[in-house]
């Protein structure tokens, strides 16, 4: 079965073709290299596009002839998508359109979706079940939402079958150190914090210390990198099965503040991480974080790396890799 992965360069794509790879499927790389690496590529064949262009979708599906698609490709930065929203509906909505009209035209039916708890907003209530209402409080969100509504669409209609996975942080890199987190810029916590305890950076903004929490800072559910690819292909198999439309939340289901990370990289690294507290950042709910339930039951998902340690442990083999610091 061949796959085409958009953003299969990037960091959660590279996950999930690696996850593909190792169950039997043929990832197809699609990417534009943007934000994801050539390196990142060693599963399988790639072809360079753009989901804004129809054309390079076309090209692509002409070529590899996939029985299913995963797509990653999207820009995920909630700070960003505040102050560029344009630039968010063209790549996110825009590009996810063509990619749904191109497979009509190419006869491709079935789908796994990288959606996000940001299509939840602020939740009302804390764990997040898929049950709860979808009002993003950011352009991110709401470009994540609009596809799993074009999605939903698709799906009634008879042309798709779907699942729209929700994850939470995704975090950590592979177990044995081979792929993990790199973007540029870094915006993302766990690496920024790594970065101050190896100096690479002299210390750590946190982005707000009022929210209503225990110790004033953000708290999210950090998911393992690899558990988030496992449960990929577990929805591929689940598509594959039979009809249907599905969406699950990939979480933790344990929050962590701000604070409370900072503080596990201390305890892995052993070394301190320079921090000031400054402002909110728009668009930041104050808790996010996930009940998984239903992906367990329905995908026999256990995800394998629940530990925060453990995840903090995994980004921090691969950090010292790639800046080579020991
Ligand atoms: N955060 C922070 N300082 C940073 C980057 C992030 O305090 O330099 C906070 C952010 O406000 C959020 C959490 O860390 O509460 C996780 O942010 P990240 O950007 O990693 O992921 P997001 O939750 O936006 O998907």
Redesign the pocket.
């Known amino acids: 079965m061949i796959v085409l992965v958009t953003g299969g360069a990037g960091y959660i794509g590279s996950h999930a073709c690696r996850a593909l790879k190792n169950a039997g499927y043929e990832p197809v790389v699609f990417d534009n290299f943007e934000n994801g690496y050539r390196e990142n590529v060693k599963w399988g064949p790639f072809y360079e596009g753009d989901i804004r262009k129809p054309a390079d979708i076309d090209g692509a599906m002409a070529k590899f002839k996939p029985d299913a698609v995963m797509h990653f490709a999207a820009y995920?930065?909630?700070?960003e998508s505040v102050q560029k929203p344009e630039k968010y509906y063209l790549n996110n909505v825009v590009g996810s359109y063509n990619l749904l009209d191109a497979m009509q035209r190419h006869q491709v039916k079935k789908l796994v979706f990288s959606s996000?708890?940001?299509t939840y907003g602020v939740p009302d209530q804390v764990p997040i079940t898929e049950s709860q209402a979808q009002q993003p409080v950011n352009p991110y969100g709401n470009t994540k939402l609009i596809m799993e509504m074009m999605m939903r669409d698709h799906s009634d209609a008879g042309k798709i079958d779907y699942a729209a996975l929700r994850y939470f942080?995704a975090?950590g890199a592979s177990v044995d150190g081979e792929i993990g987190e790199q973007h540029v810029p870094e915006?993302?916590?766990?690496p920024?914090?790594l970065d101050a305890a190896s100096g690479r950076r002299p210390d750590?903004?946190?982005?707000?210390n009022d929210y209503p929490t225990p110790d004033g800072?953000?708290?999210?559910d950090y998911i393992h990198v690899e558990d988030l690819a496992d449960a990929h292909v577990r929805a591929l198999r689940l598509l594959a099965g039979g009809r249907g439309h599905f969406a699950f939340n990939l979480g933790n289901g344990r929050g962590f503040s701000?604070l409370e990370?900072i503080a596990a990289v201390e305890k892995v690294t052993g070394r301190k991480v320079p921090y000031r507290f400054?402002p909110?950042?728009a668009?930041?709910p104050a808790i996010?974080v996930g009940d998984s339930t239903l992906a367990c039951a329905k995908l026999g998902w256990n995800p394998q790396h629940r530990q925060i340690d453990d995840i903090i442990f995994h980004a921090w083999n691969y950090h010292k890799k790639v800046w080579k610091l020991e």
């Open positions: 995920a930065y909630v700070g996000s708890c940001a942080n975090a915006t993302h916590l766990i920024l914090v750590v903004t946190i982005y707000g800072t953000c708290i999210r701000v990370i400054g909110r950042r668009g930041d996010l």
